[in-house]
């Protein structure tokens, strides 16, 4: 994986997230994470990820929720036309693959001079990152707690789908040029 920041923090991070991907989730990682880059900064998303930037508000959270939405587009976009609508996006690598992108945007975001990226910083964006994904996935504070619950008492989570009303981001424009070529498809 390129790094492409002088950000010592960042750099640490990310080969730490790498180090923990299983050797077989690697090239799915990388292909999702080049996949990521190619949708930030391609001609076509680039006004889409200037006006991320500009958002009012902590950086932390700009950024958090900036890679939150990239993740949705990234899921959405690997949902095979046809097929039924079940997105082929590996989870397991797609996860890692967000916290480095969140590196990237983060790495972007403090060469361009607005903020500077600390530990703290780092920790909340990844926070708000993840929440903004888990919420987008239907994943509330309860269910958590709930699934945690079934786990202690030894038994196996029940398969449920979204809850209804459960908030989710605003869908990204569908187009998938990009992605597929990205994502080797």
Do not use: H, W
């Not at 010592?8 to 990310?14: G, R, S, Y």
């Not at 902590?58 to 997105?87: E, H, M, N, R």
């Not at 509330?140 to 707690?145: A, D, F, H, Y």
């Amino acid at each position: 994986m390129d790094q492409n920041t002088n950000n010592p923090i960042l750099k640490q991070t990310e080969e730490a997230i790498i180090a923990k991907v299983p050797q077989e989730l690697r090239n799915t990682m990388n292909r999702i994470v080049l996949a990521g880059k190619k949708v930030m900064y391609s001609e076509q998303t680039a006004d889409l990820m200037s006006e991320q930037l500009k958002q009012p508000g902590d950086p932390a959270t700009v950024a958090g929720q900036g890679v939150a939405k990239l993740f949705v587009l990234l899921l959405q976009q690997s949902i095979p036309q046809g097929k039924g609508g079940v997105p082929t996006l590996n989870m397991e690598a797609a996860m890692p693959a967000m916290q480095v992108l969140l590196c990237d945007a983060l790495g972007f975001m403090e060469e361009a001079g607005m903020m500077e990226v600390t530990p703290d910083l780092l920790a909340t964006a990844t926070q708000e990152m993840i929440a903004a994904i888990l919420q987008f996935l239907g994943v509330t504070p309860e269910k958590l707690s709930e699934l945690a619950a079934q786990r202690q008492a030894g038994g196996q989570p029940q398969a449920t789908g979204q809850p209804e009303g459960a908030a989710q981001p605003a869908a990204p424009a569908q187009g998938g040029g990009l992605l597929d070529q990205a994502m080797g498809g």
